[in-house]
């Protein structure tokens, strides 16, 4: 049974309703455009905010719709993609957490004349319309190169990554793993494990590869949940002098991390920029404008001797 209730956002009144459990805001006489994040958790937050900074900016008549899955669980994404496409929204930025997996329902959601982007990891096969976010290939290879620094060129690593089904994911570790080859072959990574987006185990898998590893000389992280290795580093009292922890974005945990020592640096991604361009991007769609296909929103190498210039102090 649907439940209407009419409430008040971003300045434009919205019928609400509820339907199959997902909260759905729909603008009367306006656009309806939706955010499908690859996994629930604090970084994917600023892409949300960055999307509704802009539509207030923009002034027009748009209802967000903010959706995700839990621990980066696929068939969660379809269904939210099936519902969005039921609705029939006017346009959806979704960070797959499988690519070939979400390919057909991008497609489908493009032939129902749903216009699609794609952000943070990208699904080249499919028919979306463009991608927004970081070349996460190369953003692992400023990682590899930032680890072959940091060790001199020799030492054993340790590694943690996210959804092991996450392209972007895969594509950092490969750059990562290409410049120790052509640059750095006496640096290894001894294991990698993977926490499927639920980052309590991602600490534990952490605190487990210590053990098996002791005389670890480098951790790295690749996805999002750097706050884990700051966490294991500081229950040990080891800080960059000691070991090595590099991680991915810019969680409050991290940079207060670079700040404490534990952190030697993170890349971060401006995610922010991320949800203001697809907002952007998929109200010219509507509009009949053309879109690139690439925006990429670069990255950022934070360390101790930039994070109180990028990263002020309140």
Same mark, same amino acid.
């Given at each position: 049974?649907?439940?209407? $209730?009419?409430?008040l956002i971003l300045g434009t009144v919205m019928t609400i309703t509820t339907l199959g459990g997902m909260s759905v805001m729909a603008a009367d006489d306006g656009l309806t455009f939706a955010i499908v994040y690859p996994n629930i958790h604090p970084f994917f937050d600023a892409i949300g905010n960055g999307a509704?900074?802009? %539509?207030?900016?923009? +002034?027009?008549?748009?209802?967000?719709?903010?959706? +995700?899955?839990?621990?980066?669980?696929?068939?969660?994404?379809?269904?939210?993609?099936?519902?969005?496409?039921?609705?029939?929204?006017?346009?959806?930025?979704?960070?797959?957490?499988?690519?070939?997996?979400?390919?057909?329902?991008? /497609?489908?959601?493009?032939?129902? +004349?749903?216009?699609?982007?794609?952000?943070?990891?990208?699904?080249? /096969?499919?028919?979306?319309?463009? =991608?927004? +976010?970081?070349?996460?290939?190369?953003?692992?290879? &400023?990682?590899?190169?930032?680890?072959? !620094?940091?060790?001199?060129?020799?030492?054993?690593?340790?590694?943690?990554?996210?959804?092991?089904?996450? @392209?972007?994911?895969?594509?950092?570790?490969?750059? #990562?793993?290409?410049?120790?080859?052509?640059? =750095?072959?006496?640096?290894?990574?001894?294991?990698?494990?993977?926490?499927?987006?639920?980052?309590?185990?991602?600490?534990?898998?952490?605190?487990?590869?210590?053990?098996?590893?002791?005389?670890?000389? @480098?951790? %790295?992280?690749?996805? &999002?949940?750097?706050?884990?290795?700051?966490? &294991?580093?500081?229950?040990?009292?080891?800080?960059?002098?000691?070991?090595? $922890?590099?991680?991915?974005?810019?969680?409050?945990? #991290?940079?207060?991390?670079?700040?404490?020592?534990?952190?030697?640096?993170?890349?971060?991604?401006?995610? !922010?920029?991320?949800?203001? &361009? @697809?907002?952007?991007?998929? =109200? @010219?769609?509507?509009?009949?404008?053309?879109?690139?296909?690439?925006?990429?929103?670069?990255?950022?190498?934070?360390?101790?001797?930039?994070? /109180?210039?990028?990263?002020?102090?309140?």
């Open positions: 049974m649907k439940k209407k $209730l009419v409430g509704e900074d802009k %539509i207030e900016e923009m +002034g027009q008549n748009i209802t967000l719709i903010k959706e +995700g899955a839990q621990n980066g669980d696929v068939s969660q994404q379809i269904q939210v993609m099936e519902d969005l496409i039921n609705q029939k929204v006017d346009g959806i930025a979704i960070g797959p957490c499988d690519s070939e997996a979400l390919t057909p329902y991008i /497609d489908k959601a493009v032939d129902a +004349g749903i216009p699609v982007l794609c952000f943070d990891t990208d699904a080249p /096969d499919s028919k979306r319309v463009g =991608y927004v +976010g970081t070349d996460n290939y190369e953003a692992g290879r &400023a990682m590899g190169e930032e680890l072959g !620094k940091a060790l001199d060129g020799k030492g054993s690593v340790i590694c943690e990554t996210g959804v092991v089904s996450q @392209a972007g994911l895969i594509a950092r570790l490969e750059g #990562v793993e290409d410049v120790l080859k052509e640059n =750095y072959p006496d640096i290894e990574i001894v294991q990698t494990t993977a926490h499927g987006g639920d980052t309590t185990k991602g600490l534990s898998d952490i605190e487990n590869m210590i053990t098996s590893y002791p005389d670890f000389d @480098a951790l %790295i992280q690749v996805d &999002a949940a750097g706050e884990a290795g700051v966490t &294991a580093f500081k229950s040990h009292g080891w800080t960059k002098e000691d070991k090595v $922890l590099i991680v991915f974005d810019d969680l409050e945990p #991290v940079i207060n991390g670079v700040r404490d020592g534990q952190v030697y640096s993170t890349v971060t991604q401006g995610q !922010k920029n991320w949800g203001a &361009a @697809a907002v952007e991007e998929l =109200y @010219a769609l509507t509009q009949g404008e053309e879109i690139p296909e690439n925006t990429d929103t670069g990255f950022v190498i934070v360390n101790s001797d930039n994070v /109180d210039e990028l990263y002020p102090e309140e």
